[in-house]
């Protein structure tokens, strides 16, 4: 959103092209879309938080609006949900991060763990402070771990294992948040009744319709009062190119408004066919309708006086090229009716001789017996 087009940041021009108050695409935006399923996927978050024991998985693509359902959710979770989230992208590309992550979530539960003690050890103080929080007060800990998918497998292992086996009413559940791929790292190796423990939830892409929609709703939530117009071009070029990701979409929605000429349209493949096939086929044709017209006899004139033919066509007046067409398109259609006619006379003919000839060898047969 850095971009700038004469001497002014293309987001301070967005804001004065549509009278805003601010930027509608700040990180920290509280608004929320619901389309495209974000409010039915907020309210199975809420539903399985609070009465499910199965571990839960949120799956989207980057920018698919993960950390949005997640602030959303972490919002409305009401009086009988505590969350406690993390981000597993500390330490990001070290094999083994340099202190466990259980570490940190026992910090946060508010435990004092001693130098030493093993994760399993540390695992099981937190469960049960939390399992006893649940049985006074009612409230469950909900526990987010962003970015799962860069866990090491050895560490999402852990978690896996170990929330596998609490009991149906432990006062803590796990939500995993990371990329699709997440769901073939928390294989187990054993997929047997693995959808009796884990339940996943994917973000689905935007569509053209959601697409306005959504920017309808960031646009009013900053003060634009209009109904959101985009061309056909536009739109087109937010769908192909944002590949329904509000993150992409973003990004690319000021300049697309503001700098219609850098469009990327994409235009539709045409086939082109060399003129060498092209002209076959044109021979091919004009070879076929000769041989068919050879066999159907309406090559054989036998006499016919083409010129007197086409002489007695041309009676309409040439006045002009559309005349002269018109009159070469009768000639050719009396030509053509000449023949056939010719053609069928002689075939009639052709028929009489032989029914003669024919009675003519039954009588000689009948004389000679």
Request: with cysteine; glycine share 8%; hydrophobic share 45%.
């Amino acid at each position: 959103m850095g971009e700038e087009r004469n001497g002014q940041p293309i987001t301070e021009q967005l804001m004065a092209h549509l009278g805003l108050s601010s930027d509608p695409f700040l990180s920290a935006s509280a608004v929320f879309f619901e389309g495209a399923q974000r409010q039915h996927n907020l309210e199975t978050l809420h539903h399985m938080a609070a009465f499910g024991d199965m571990v839960l998985m949120l799956t989207g693509d980057k920018g698919a609006g993960k950390t949005s359902l997640l602030r959303r959710f972490e919002a409305t979770a009401g009086k009988g949900l505590s969350v406690l989230s993390l981000d597993a992208s500390t330490d990001k590309g070290l094999k083994e991060r340099a202190v466990p992550l259980i570490y940190n979530i026992a910090v946060l539960a508010g435990l004092l763990i001693a130098k030493g003690e093993s994760v399993q050890h540390v695992f099981g103080q937190i469960a049960e402070k939390l399992d006893q929080r649940f049985r006074d007060d009612g409230i469950r800990t909900v526990l987010i771990i962003d970015n799962a998918d860069q866990l090491s497998k050895k560490e999402l292992q852990f978690f896996l294992l170990c929330f596998k086996a609490l009991h149906q009413e432990s006062g803590v559940i796990l939500l995993l948040v990371g990329l699709p791929s997440l769901l073939k790292q928390a294989s187990l190796g054993d997929n047997a009744g693995v959808d009796e423990w884990l339940h996943q939830i994917q973000l689905k892409p935007l569509s053209k319709t959601d697409l306005v929609d959504y920017l309808q709703l960031r646009l009013v939530d900053v003060g634009y009062e209009g109904s959101l117009t985009l061309t056909q071009d536009q739109l087109q070029h937010l769908v192909e190119t944002g590949k329904g990701l509000p993150s992409r979409i973003n990004r690319m929605f000021s300049s697309v408004l503001l700098k219609p000429g850098a469009l990327k349209v994409v235009s539709p493949k045409v086939s082109k066919i060399p003129l060498w096939v092209s002209l076959g086929i044109v021979g091919v044709l004009c070879f076929s309708f000769l041989l068919v017209s050879y066999q159907h006899g309406l090559l054989d004139f036998d006499g016919v006086e083409v010129a007197s033919v086409l002489e007695s066509a041309i009676e309409v007046p040439q006045s002009g090229g559309d005349a002269f067409l018109e009159t070469q398109k009768l000639a050719r259609m009396k030509l053509l009716d000449t023949a056939l006619k010719e053609n069928t006379i002689k075939a009639d003919s052709l028929v009489a001789e032989q029914l003669i000839e024919l009675e003519a060898r039954q009588t000689e047969v009948s004389s000679r017996s």
